[in-house]
């Protein structure tokens, strides 16, 4: 038998949350809220690809809710949940659904999000592993190892020299760090974002810090 770890006891009861699955509600909602921090902007339009167990239960189990919610930004458990169809409608983003449920995936419960705006459009394939703890394992085609089961980091900015410097300093000066660091970029010059898991959770003053660097479009911080 395999012998499992856990970091902490929300490793096994699970998330604060809006039901009635931690997988397939709670776990889809973090999804949607990495999403909605790399994006940095009001969509226009997004396209949901659901693939075996997200997509044989994604109604029933509330997942389709849970995902735009997290694109909206709300949290595990956010009242407004249910009404989240709704409110993305009345805020003119248009939302698409694709169901494939035979084809294979990496995990049973995986959603590749593609995201437009008037500016941009950006693609994201996250999967949630149980007890609301997701990875990102795809970005704008890249692969990808984000985690999210540890303090990260997502920083949105501009494709400028000396900005992964200026953050690593401000890390450094607070003794905070880096356990694994994801770096892309749209284009040369455009928008980049720095994905930073770290070992410290109290990080208040080094975030206040990477605030204040120019060519920054948005900093966030998952605890």
């Not at 997290?70 to 249910?82: F, N």
Request: proline share 3%; charged share 20%.
């Amino acid at each position: 038998m395999r012998n499992l770890k856990f970091k902490s006891v929300f490793d096994i009861i699970g998330p604060v949350m809006i039901g009635p699955s931690s997988s397939h509600t709670a776990g889809a909602v973090r999804i949607g809220k990495i999403v909605h921090a790399i994006f940095g902007e009001k969509p226009t339009e997004v396209e949901f690809h659901l693939y075996q167990s997200f997509a044989k239960t994604y109604r029933g189990h509330g997942t389709d809710l849970a995902l735009v919610a997290g694109v909206l930004g709300m949290d595990t458990d956010d009242a407004r949940i249910p009404q989240a169809l709704e409110l993305a409608d009345q805020a003119g983003i248009k939302v698409f659904w694709n169901i494939h449920k035979e084809e294979k995936a990496d995990h049973p419960n995986t959603a590749k999000i593609k995201i437009k705006s008037d500016t941009k459009t950006m693609t994201i394939k996250g999967i949630s592993i149980g007890g609301g703890t997701i990875q990102v394992t795809e970005l704008n085609g890249f692969n990808i190892a984000l985690n999210m089961n540890t303090p990260t980091f997502i920083i949105v900015h501009q494709d400028v020299p000396g900005m992964i410097a200026k953050v690593t300093e401000c890390l450094s000066k607070n003794k905070i760090n880096i356990a694994q660091m994801n770096v892309t970029r749209e284009n040369l010059g455009e928008k980049a974002i720095m994905m930073i898991e770290v070992d410290s959770h109290d990080v208040s003053d080094a975030l206040e810090e990477i605030r204040q660097i120019d060519n920054l479009h948005n900093v966030n911080f998952f605890d």
